[in-house]
């Protein structure tokens, strides 16, 4: 078990296009959760998977994003026609449990030009 | 709206001295963790500590450990004979009640340096 894996962690794009991040969670924890971080601040909220299903969603996350785990297994974050205020650290965390805390991952930081 | 309020952006300690990270929060949850996260320069986000919210018991962990005081809903941080590697940015977190999710709200961090 190597813990909670994120990919790309890095990633650049020019305003308008389309992005698609991946986090690999570790693998007993059915519990997944995305979080957006900006410089200096703490981790807001975006959304919360219990194995496929996606249960939360903040009203953060605008309709250009989408978030999927299919299988239970590993989840994509994919926004679309990105915009500069986008720019941030995306997180992905797992737990196998409510209150157990989570896992993070090392994030994906997204930068749009 | 509940809230997680870290009132310190920044603090210094010396190297072996003791320090204390302040954090409130506010839940309308009855039955609850709370947590203390560190989030080092470029690396990932660890769990430092967690507190059962019905133990009045204070959790420990080595030199970290909480005052938790649930009638002002505090819930602060002591790191005792503070290291070079304990400069990080911490956050405080607690769930919100929303569901089956139990997601947690957190702070806005306090930046910690240990001076050498």
């Known amino acids: 078990d190597t813990g909670v894996s994120q990919n790309p962690r890095h990633k650049i794009t020019k305003r308008g296009q389309n992005v698609t991040f991946r986090c690999d969670p570790i693998s007993e924890h059915n519990r997944l959760y995305w979080y957006r971080q900006t410089l200096g601040q703490g981790p807001e909220f975006l959304t919360y998977f219990q194995n496929e299903a996606q249960l939360e969603k903040s009203r953060l996350l605008s309709d250009r994003f989408s978030a999927e785990r299919p299988k239970g297994s590993f989840s994509t974050l994919e926004i679309q026609r990105t915009e500069q205020g986008d720019s941030a650290m995306y997180l992905c965390?797992?737990?196998?449990?409510?209150?157990?805390?989570?896992?993070f991952g090392s994030g994906t930081r997204l930068t749009v030009v | 709206a509940q809230t997680v309020t870290q009132s310190q952006p920044e603090m210094s300690v010396q190297e072996a001295e003791t320090v204390t990270l302040s954090c409130t929060y506010d839940t309308s949850e009855s039955n609850y963790y709370l947590f203390w996260y560190k989030q080092p320069p470029s690396r990932q986000m660890i769990l430092v500590i967690r507190q059962e919210a019905y133990k009045q018991q204070n959790a420990t962990e080595n030199r970290f450990s909480v005052n938790f005081q649930k009638a002002a809903k505090s819930f602060s941080l002591k790191i005792s004979d503070s290291q070079l590697g304990d400069t990080a940015m911490y956050f405080c977190a607690s769930p919100i009640s929303s569901g089956s999710a139990r997601q947690l709200t957190f702070g806005s961090g306090t930046q910690l340096t240990v001076l050498p």
């Open positions: 965390a797992s737990s196998p449990r409510a209150d157990y805390g989570y896992t």
